[in-house]
């Protein structure tokens, strides 16, 4: 009998998707969006409305393998889960018997958003270890400090409340690429007689939808806010009494705003002055006035400044008081659940080490893996990521993962770039073959899911492998033998207002279950009087560090290199994939094979559309197809990203251009701040 049965898009995805998929004879038919979900309201992205093409392909990793060839060449020959896990074992223990428990590094990211897939049994066997901690830094770690030192809190305005907006601001926001479940309630709006602009150095999908679209120079976000601030202050047009209120600090921001002058800032931003003044003052005059911010603008050397200095103007303008008002980065922090009962931190105690182990910053592997000492990192366990094609600096990165003493294990659903790189290589289930609770960072609602589909071959989840390994490892704490309800259950256990009171049950039952942030079904109003997470419980201006200073890596960073590499590189999201995941599909490669540039740049290169292109700087080099059209202004280039390196010429993608440089807070890479020059490519 055919039936209808519940999931959860498992994707590093702001909407977290609740789902329905057709299954007929343990086999899955048709997927589509819950139209009970609020938020995905019954229909799917375009890359997951084929995912079941994804779970059926013909190029999933069904069996455990041993590496045949060089690392990077791909050659394996399958093996047994018990010879693979034997292996692994032996090689962890030696390893960390001879180098200290340090050197062994596990790498993972946004494969799964899962609690327990992607922050469940492998934290608790990388903490027993002893092995090295990861700061997962790759891609929200810069908004993440902006955002904290402003509100305090990571959450802001909920989606449902787009619709009461009069004026959106996507600022640095693809929504519909990359949060495509926001746009219906911004049609809404629009339908009401909302207006959408959009800023960004990219004239993406949005943006060419929007009634508006400012092209800022990647990086100058910080100017633009400080500017918009100058004109709302300097116009009377800000919320005394909300700023009197719930801020500290407004008369130093008073007077830091003072110093951005609409000229100073329109040479800063690329923004004329008159469109900049005419922005400010819509943006505190149309009410309720809503930024959309997202992570692409703080993947800049300066991400984490931007950040804040944004998520200062709502509570300028006392937008947060007002439905369809504020602002949003992310949802996540809104879940507060117990993560320590999940992840057991405490059991780096009773490693060989005795006390927490080090940090190591994904964003920086190059250097970890080449350059790292005390120890150096000899092992590598990588799952729900692909660092050869995703982390910047690539050169680095692959000579790092091709050095023959590095003992690397990957555990992923297909053959990717990092895959051909691992020693042993595991088979992994999807999120339709295994159970996990999934938070959001696009929405308010905690969900649960079931497998629906058999697991093929002889696939496992990261849950079931790193129990099996804790067991082969001697570690006899009973956490290691949780079910996974068992470990949902810890991770519910939680006093925290917002999800205080959930339970196992309800999840199963319901599927989703909004967090308790409003009484009784009303609409979410984070900050609308006060209650800022900061120490004061404000929102602080603290204008003194308040202040813009361009990136290195950008038209007004270093003389030198500058002259050297004219054009500034963005390479944000492609709009139907997500990030690396879908590399190995040939229209995905298609799209991320692109360079936009602007006609005039193409010009004085003497570069024709469709021609094959070299892009390249000091740290490397790749080739795109060169698509000469007006979604960027002279002197930016764009790629959307993220391609497989071994579907490229010469095994590059453009993060052989990206640098290893963080971001001012947090640790972040800083993708979007990238000098490059571009030339008509001989082959
Ligand atoms: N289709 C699709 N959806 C995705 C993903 C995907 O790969 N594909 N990836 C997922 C992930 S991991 C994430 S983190 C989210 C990210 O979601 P977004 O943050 O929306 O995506 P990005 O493409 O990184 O960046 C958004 C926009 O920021 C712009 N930008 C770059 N530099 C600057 C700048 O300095 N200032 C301003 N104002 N804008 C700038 C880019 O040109 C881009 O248009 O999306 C998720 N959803
Ligand atoms: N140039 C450039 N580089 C970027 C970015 C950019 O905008 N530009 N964006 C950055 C950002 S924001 C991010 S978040 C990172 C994303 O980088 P990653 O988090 O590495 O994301 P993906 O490339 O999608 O790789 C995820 C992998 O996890 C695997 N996977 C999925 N589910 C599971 C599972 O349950 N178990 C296991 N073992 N594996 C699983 C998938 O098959 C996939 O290969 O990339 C960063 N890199
Ligand atoms: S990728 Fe995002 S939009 Fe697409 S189904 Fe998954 S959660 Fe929904
Ligand atoms: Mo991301």
Redesign the pocket.
Known sequence: MPETLHSVC?L?CPDACGLLINVENGAGRRLRGDPEHPVTRGFLCGKVARYLEREYSPDRLLYPQRRLGAKGEGRFARISWEEALDEITARLKSIAAAFGPESILPYS????MGYL?GAGMDRRFFHRLGASRLDRT??SAAGGVGLTESTGFKYGTEPEQFRHSKLILAWGANILGTNVHLWPFIVEARRSGARLYTIDPHRNRTGELADRHFFINPGSDTALALGMMHVIIGENLYDADYVARYTSGFEALRERAAQYSPERVAAMTGIAKDEMIQLAREYATVRPAVIRLN?GLQ?SERGAMAVRAISLLPALTGSWKEAGGGAVLSTSGAFQLNRAALERPDLQLQSSLGREARTVNMSQLGLALNELKNPPVKALVV?????A??APNQNSVLKGLTRPDLFTVV????Q?DTADHADILLP???FLEHTDVYFAYGHYYLQLARPVLPAPGDTR??VEVFRLLAQRMGFDDPCFRDSADDMIRALLDSDHPFVKGITIEELDREHFVRLRVAHNGGAFLPFSAGGFGTASGKCEFKAETLEYTPPVESRHGEQVLREKYPLELV???NDDS????FGYRPDTDRQTSALKIHERDALTRGITHGDQVQIFNDRGSCLLIAKIDASVAPGVVCAP??RWAKNSPAFRN??AL?SERLTDKGGGPT?YSCLVQVEKSGD
């Open positions: 498992a590093d990211y946004g494969g799964s897939q790759i891609c992570y993947r799952y729900n990521s692909n660092p094609a995703i555990l992923e659903q297909f990717t992994a289930t999807t989840s990261n390479s944000p999201k997500m990030n690396s995941t990203s993220t453009v993060n990206t993708f």
